[in-house]
């Protein structure tokens, strides 16, 4: 059979670190980064006679993320220990939940080629994280840094409702804006605040029953995520297409060789689960869940409508905008300031967004202020620079933060709208450029782009194009 014979199932257990102050049972600060083993104490170390005390924000924290994505949150729940022996678990164990999840049955929906699609949420539960192992380079040892033990993780569950790769990647893309929008977490992958392990199998289209699946560890980066799974998937294939069968196992994703490679088998994990003996049972009065369902903000989905009705945004520009928490407070601050959304929208759709992907950042880096974005588009529009002379300065905003105004100020980029200094310029373009005055009076409309282009630099960007333009046509009608 041909490999376009096969469907692809994929389920992800998505990792999201609570954006807490402090740990889920002690009071050591959750600060990403600082020296090995320093954010540590008896609790967190599983130093005998320590006593955990669950932190009040983690569960409505978790909560906030189950009202945001349609979860049901019962009343009563628990906590589980998951016995397993690593390293980098100190106590022998992970306390997490293993049934009666703090959220349950909730969806999200996602755009496709063939409309919405709602990819169905089986659980929401709260546990531990882990510490680092930190590999020695030129020794056979590791050390552990345990900064990360006791961190707070929601670990978000789906069904297996995902179909490719390009659905992976917008599923994750909107669970990553919404964690964002209602404030529970940073979800910045590079820090490992949001991960996704992969669980996928590929079975023939029409067939009811699901194949084996392999599991993709603590997959931070949406490149390595589409990537592994188009890799995994043809894998996968290639060894039924041979008459073998899917070895269930855990793999991992190979970025130098580009390939999965395993790591374990997926049936030899035996957690033997029980409920924590140290940790009183979690009771939510419907009470203060609706306070928290109260306190939501306005979602992405939400406040896309919202742009496209309030302020005129086409739905892509609104969609791209709003896909990100720090996109859309830099839109709305910045229109205030300027009073003209569309010319905002075009900013972050071309310029901002373009210097996002050739240096590598996230909307997050962005280092200058909505009202600096703001001020921008007044000085453009007010007249006092070209656009030209505005995206160097978006990109000088970028290096070297500061104010726009004092950025052109500094240069020396105020915009020539002085009409004799025009005329003097559009004199010289005219003399030096003769076959081009030729060209327009023979009606060759381009030749004047040409003429206005030579204007511009010869002011070094800081002509006024209006002017300029409006004055060429004038002395050419002579």
């Known amino acids: 059979m041909a490999r376009e014979d096969y469907e692809i199932v994929i389920g992800l257990e998505t990792h999201i670190e609570l954006g807490t102050k402090t740990k889920i049972f002690c009071n050591c600060s959750t600060e990403f980064g600082g020296e090995p083993n320093a954010h540590t104490c008896p609790v967190c170390l599983a130093l005998p006679g320590a006593t955990p005390v669950l932190n009040e924000k983690v569960v409505e924290y978790a909560v906030k993320a189950g009202l945001a994505t349609n979860c049901t949150i019962p009343e009563y729940t628990w906590q589980n220990r998951k016995n397993y022996l690593y390293p980098d678990m100190s106590p022998g164990y992970q306390v997490s939940q293993t049934e009666d999840f703090i959220c349950q049955n909730g969806y999200i929906e996602i755009d496709t080629e063939n409309g919405p699609k709602k990819i169905r949420i089986y659980e929401i539960h709260i546990e531990t994280d882990a510490g680092k192992l930190v590999h020695g380079e030129y020794t056979n040892s590791s050390l552990v840094d345990l900064n990360r033990a006791g961190v707070p993780l929601a670990e978000i569950v789906s069904e297996p409702d995902l179909r490719s790769s390009e659905e992976v990647e917008k599923y994750l893309r909107s669970l990553k804006a919404i964690m964002e929008y209602i404030g529970v977490s940073d979800c910045k992958m590079q820090e490992g605040s949001m991960r996704a392990d992969i669980n996928l199998s590929v079975r023939k289209k029409g067939d009811p029953k699901y194949g084996n699946r392999t599991e993709m560890k603590n997959m931070n980066s949406f490149k390595f995520i589409v990537k ?216 060759k409309d381009k030749a004047l782009g040409f003429l206005v282009g030579q204007a511009m630099k010869e002011t070094r960007g800081q002509g006024n194009p209006g002017m300029l333009n409006k004055m060429f046509l004038d002395e050419l009608k002579k």
């Open 228 to 443: 592994a799974i188009e890799y995994e998937a043809l894998r996968q294939i290639d060894i039924l297409e041979d008459g073998g069968e899917v070895p269930s196992e855990t793999v991992r994703w190979d970025e130098v060789s580009q390939k999965t490679i395993p790591m374990r088998d997926k049936d030899s994990a035996a957690y033997r689960p029980f409920p924590d003996p140290e940790l009183a049972p979690i009771v939510l009065t419907k009470e203060y869940v609706e306070n928290i369902r109260e306190s939501l903000p306005e979602l992405p989905e939400v406040r896309k409508k919202r742009y496209i009705e309030e302020y005129g945004l086409p739905e892509y520009d609104s969609k791209v905008i709003t896909a990100s928490k720090h996109f859309a407070d830099l839109f709305e601050g910045a229109a205030k300031i300027c009073n003209n959304p569309k010319a905002v929208s075009n900013w972050i759709m071309t310029e901002i967004i373009k210097v996002l992907n050739d240096q590598g950042l996230e909307p997050a880096d962005i280092p200058f202020s909505s009202s600096d974005l703001g001020n921008l588009i007044i000085l453009i529009d007010n007249g006092t620079i070209s656009g030209g002379i505005g995206k160097k300065v978006l990109a000088e905003m970028f290096e070297n933060p500061k104010a726009p105004e004092v950025i052109v100020k500094e240069k020396g980029w105020v915009q020539i709208s002085d009409e004799g200094a025009i005329k003097e310029v559009v004199l010289k373009v005219l003399e030096n450029n003769p076959q081009s005055v030729a060209d327009y009076k023979a009606g």
